[in-house]
Every structure is written in C-alpha cells, then in structure tokens.
C-alpha cells in the first residue's frame, strides 16, 4: 500500500513540494505582507456584536449578495461589470484556469512573479509560459508580443504592481498586451491601495479584461476574500467552477461590516505609504544594500550574503522573506513588509548592526 499513492497521483504533483510558510509565532513578521494595524476599538466591538448573532448552523447566502453590493460600493466597480468572489485570489486564479485548460491551452506570466500562477498552472495541467524581465524589473514587451504571436496563449496573469518587485508596469505596455493577446487577460491589483492606479476603469474597453483584488493587504487577510471584476460573459462561465458556499457566512459578514467603513482602510494604506518612503530611505542610506523602487506594501533590496543576512534576522526574532537565489533577478534579494514604525525601527537598527558587524 505504501507504493500506492505513487501509483495514483500525478506526477508532477508527487514532486511538488507544500506551499510554505514559515512558522512566525514570536517573531516580528514583515514577510508576508500584511496591514500590520488592526481596527479601531469601536470597529471591533461592532464585529463583536455581528459575529455573536451569527446563525452558523445555517450556510451562508450562497450569492453574498449583501457583500457583493458593499464592495462594488467601496471599490468602485464599474457599472454592468459583474463580481466573482473566492477564498482569496488564489481560489479565483485557480477557478480561471481551470476553466480555460482546453488540450493545449497556455498560460503566459512573467518572472519573478507571482509564485502561485505558476503553482496553480501546474495543478491545472495547463503549459506555463514564464518571460523573464529586465533587470530593472520592467517589461520585455517585445519579447511578450512575439510569445503571443507564437503561443497564442488562452491566459496572461500580469500583477499591478508586481510580486515580488514591487513596481507598476508601464500602462501602456499593458494595454498593448491585452490587445494583442487573442485570449483572456487578468490584471491581478493585490496591492492597488498603496500605488493607487487601477485597470478597473479600463473593463469597458477590453473584452478580453479581467481585473482581481484581494482584502488580504488591506487588513483583513484572516478573511481570505478576494474578487475578480469584469464582463457578465466571463463571470457567468466561472461561477460554474465556483464550489458552493466558498465564502462563509462569518467572512460575508465581517467583510461587509468593514467595508462600509472603507475610509478607515484607506488611512492606513496611507499612512503605510508613508512609512514605505522612510523605511526605503533608511534602507538605501545603508552601506551595501541596493533599494528597488516600490508602488506596494512591501520593499525588495539587494545584499551581499542575503541568506546569511536572512538567517541572521530570524535568529534575532525578525522574519522577512528571502528571495536569493529563487530567479536569477534576484540573486541576493530580500524582501521586508512595511510594519508599524516600530517595527520599521527594530528591522532596520538590527539590519544596520548586522552589516556593520559582518
């Protein structure tokens, strides 16, 4: 029996290794890019209060109707532009996917990007097609036109701004690919709130255009909700593939609550901007370290010995995430989230102690 998994599975899927996280109990976490504020006191009480009453021996309102109008609401989802929601993004890439894997079918992205197009591809059993960026983390537009034209790919995922990197894509490079690509392409805005330019206003234009974000950086990443927004054509295929009841009834409820106090998001994403800007100064006022501009969350730097500068960060209680050797592009990269300015503090004076000892 113990030969019998081997004999079942895919694969591909037996050489897989887990999706891993690392265990964070302890530490100051700026690895996983998360708001690292939590809500205001009356905010909570409030959820308190929801939650109490919550009938969780009944399912959830299969449609999340309730929720699905507070977010159109909040985000500015464009009129006659319909909402899919999922257990994060991941469930909505997978849900894509799954849908386009025709014999065939591919998938275009580019690296670094974001781990789990790739990951999920592979789950799909759809061909993954990765074009490398430039150095400085930019487009190869001309080598993703001429992948189109050769691969015809039936998806591209292009994330907005980019994970890991941190920057926006040039708009115009984007909007050349969504016109040349003969299939499906969906701009994945994960960290919209801190760059503050969308392709949302753009769904009317493209047929072909699919936009998703996600609540998880903008404070409620314990929800796990992400969405995808676009034409009534696309949303009404996936829903198909959508398992029933993916959104629970504590998460619609919860969501919808905060959501309608949207501002409050928005002042943190604020003020995490501006902790960005300080702690990218700090960064690059740093012997060694070379600072990537960031239109996110989160920083990517480059540094002699990162993973032993990574290591030596845990051992002091401090986790972000190291990135070396994971692409080529980022040989010697680390990434840290943007913390409270206490945390910020703590990471830099133990970073800058590291350097000055080694």
Request: hydrophobic fraction near 45%; proline fraction near 6%; glycine fraction near 6%.
């Amino acid at each position: 029996m113990s030969s019998l998994p081997e004999k079942i599975i895919r694969p591909e899927i037996l050489g897989l290794s887990a999706y891993h996280v690392p265990p964070a109990k302890g530490m100051t976490k700026l690895d996983a890019m998360e708001n690292p504020y939590s809500l205001p006191a009356s905010l909570r009480e409030e959820i308190t209060r929801i939650v109490a009453d919550v009938p969780i021996n009944r399912y959830p309102d299969p449609f999340a109707i309730e929720l699905k109008d507070t977010l159109r609401t909040a985000l500015s989802i464009p009129s006659g532009m319909d909402i899919l929601l999922g257990n994060g993004s991941d469930e909505i890439i997978q849900i894509i996917l799954l849908a386009t894997t025709k014999p065939g079918a591919k998938l275009l992205t580019v690296e670094p990007g974001f781990a789990m197009f790739k990951m999920i591809a592979l789950f799909a059993n759809i061909e993954y097609l990765g074009i490398p960026l430039r150095s400085d983390f930019s487009l190869d537009l001309d080598a993703i036109l001429a992948t189109i034209r050769h691969e015809q790919p039936a998806v591209i995922f292009l994330a907005y701004p980019n994970n890991p990197s941190g920057n926006l894509f040039d708009a115009e490079a984007l909007e050349a690919i969504i016109k040349a690509s003969p299939g499906l392409v969906v701009v994945d805005e994960a960290y919209h709130p801190f760059a503050g330019k969308s392709f949302l206003e753009k769904l009317a234009d493209y047929p072909n255009l699919l936009v998703m974000r996600t609540l998880s950086k903008l404070g409620l990443a314990g929800l796990r909700l992400g969405l995808v927004a676009g034409r009534r054509e696309w949303l009404s295929n996936l829903e198909k593939l959508r398992l029933p009841y993916n959104i629970g009834v504590i998460t619609q409820l919860v969501a919808a609550k905060v959501m309608q106090h949207y501002d409050i998001l928005e002042q943190q994403a604020g003020t995490i901007k501006q902790a960005r800007a300080r702690l990218s100064t700090s960064l690059a006022a740093m012997t060694g370290i070379e600072v990537f501009p960031s239109d996110a969350n989160f920083i990517l730097f480059r540094i002699g010995n990162a993973s032993q500068i990574f290591e030596s960060l845990k051992q002091r209680g401090i986790l972000i995430k190291n990135l070396d050797n994971s692409h080529p592009l980022l040989k010697n990269c680390l990434r840290v989230t943007v913390g409270t300015h206490d945390e910020n503090a703590l990471f830099c004076k133990t970073l800058h102690d590291l350097i000055n000892h080694n």
